[in-house]
């Protein structure tokens, strides 16, 4: 990656009304969502979780509160859900990291030197990063324009490396953005794993709610990413807890369609039931 492009890897977040929405029950989904400005190049998985919102009210009080939709509204909501999936802010690079290619430097240096600390940590430029935060003691925990610190970036764009350095280097994963977004919570609509549960080991709030109510097990599960929710469910994650929306993490994955997830969820509360009798 050379010239300016490099530059544009990482864009500055916006506004709250510009992330990921939970679904709203009983709403149709909206035509499409806004993208955060400067982000366009950042999606290498192609995976845009949007504003999807199911097409049919799905009530309150787990799984077999959802009514049985229509064939016509089950149309409209496998439209609706390819169209929201179209749009979704925090965008991932289709360039690769250093990572992925064993590179030590994805950029001149000359541009290297323009990219904050911020963007190399979404980029996963761990050596200079690590030179960057040597310019000050408080950069590891520096806060962008919208709260989000050189982790949450990292966590959010799947840099595994990143983010045990940055946790090496002191930084502190229990931080909240301005709107309460976390890394805990960007990782499970990442569906990376692997940071989900280092960031577990960091003893971080693992119900932790943002704006929209969300909490990393919602979020986990609107994305469909099964061993995230598993992570979470054996963590202790909460599956009594609604979202602003009304949807508990059973409500979404069945709204959703997602077999594999309401079975994991179901397989846990099993597990409960057996032990509390064992008690």
Same mark, same amino acid.
């Given at each position: 990656?050379?010239?300016?492009?490099?530059?544009?890897?990482? @864009?500055?977040?916006?506004?709250?009304?510009?992330?990921?929405?939970?679904?709203?029950?009983?709403?149709?989904?909206?035509? !499409? +969502?806004?993208? $955060?400005?400067?982000? &366009?190049?950042?999606?290498?998985?192609?995976?845009?979780?949007?504003?999807?919102?199911?097409?049919?009210?799905?009530?309150? @009080?787990? %799984?077999?509160?959802?009514?049985?939709?229509?064939? %016509?509204?089950?149309? &409209?909501?496998?439209?609706?859900?390819?169209?929201?999936?179209?749009?979704?802010?925090?965008?991932?690079?289709?360039?690769?990291?250093?990572?992925?290619?064993?590179?030590?430097?994805?950029?001149?240096?000359?541009? $290297?030197?323009?990219?904050?600390?911020?963007? *190399?940590?979404?980029? !996963?430029?761990?050596?200079?990063?690590?030179?960057? #935060? &040597?310019?000050?003691?408080?950069?590891?925990?520096?806060?962008?324009?919208?709260?989000?610190?050189?982790?949450?970036?990292?966590?959010?764009? @799947? /840099?595994? /490396?990143?983010?045990?350095?940055? #946790?090496?280097?002191?930084?502190?994963?229990?931080? $909240?953005?301005?709107?309460?977004?976390?890394?805990?919570?960007?990782?499970?609509?990442?569906?990376? +794993?692997?940071?989900?549960?280092?960031? *577990?080991? &960091?003893?971080?709030?693992?119900?932790?709610?943002?704006?929209?109510?969300?909490?990393? #097990? $919602?979020?986990?599960?609107?994305?469909?990413?099964?061993?995230?929710?598993?992570?979470?469910?054996?963590?202790?994650?909460?599956?009594?807890? /609604?979202?602003?929306?009304?949807?508990?993490?059973?409500? *979404?994955?069945?709204?959703?369609?997602?077999?594999?997830?309401?079975?994991?969820?179901?397989?846990?509360?099993?597990?409960?039931?057996?032990?509390?009798?064992?008690?």
């Amino acid at each position: 990656m050379e010239g300016e492009g490099a530059a544009r890897l990482v @864009g500055t977040p916006s506004n709250k009304g510009d992330t990921l929405e939970l679904p709203k029950k009983g709403q149709k989904a909206a035509a !499409g +969502t806004e993208e $955060l400005p400067g982000t &366009r190049d950042m999606d290498a998985s192609g995976a845009q979780p949007g504003h999807l919102q199911p097409a049919w009210d799905c009530g309150h @009080g787990g %799984a077999g509160a959802v009514p049985k939709p229509s064939a %016509a509204s089950m149309d &409209r909501q496998r439209s609706t859900e390819l169209s929201a999936l179209d749009s979704f802010p925090l965008k991932h690079s289709n360039t690769l990291t250093n990572r992925q290619r064993g590179n030590e430097v994805s950029a001149l240096p000359a541009t $290297l030197d323009t990219l904050s600390i911020h963007q *190399l940590a979404a980029q !996963g430029e761990l050596s200079q990063l690590k030179e960057h #935060l &040597r310019k000050g003691e408080n950069l590891v925990n520096k806060p962008d324009e919208r709260g989000f610190t050189p982790l949450i970036w990292a966590a959010a764009f @799947g /840099e595994i /490396e990143t983010v045990r350095h940055l #946790l090496q280097w002191g930084a502190d994963p229990h931080v $909240l953005a301005k709107e309460r977004e976390s890394a805990l919570a960007l990782a499970s609509m990442g569906g990376y +794993t692997d940071i989900v549960t280092l960031l *577990l080991e &960091r003893n971080v709030d693992i119900n932790s709610y943002d704006w929209n109510g969300g909490t990393p #097990l $919602l979020y986990a599960v609107r994305g469909n990413h099964v061993k995230c929710v598993e992570a979470l469910l054996a963590r202790g994650a909460d599956l009594t807890t /609604e979202a602003d929306s009304g949807y508990t993490p059973m409500d *979404l994955a069945v709204a959703l369609g997602h077999k594999k997830v309401q079975q994991v969820i179901e397989n846990h509360i099993l597990k409960l039931f057996q032990r509390k009798e064992l008690e």
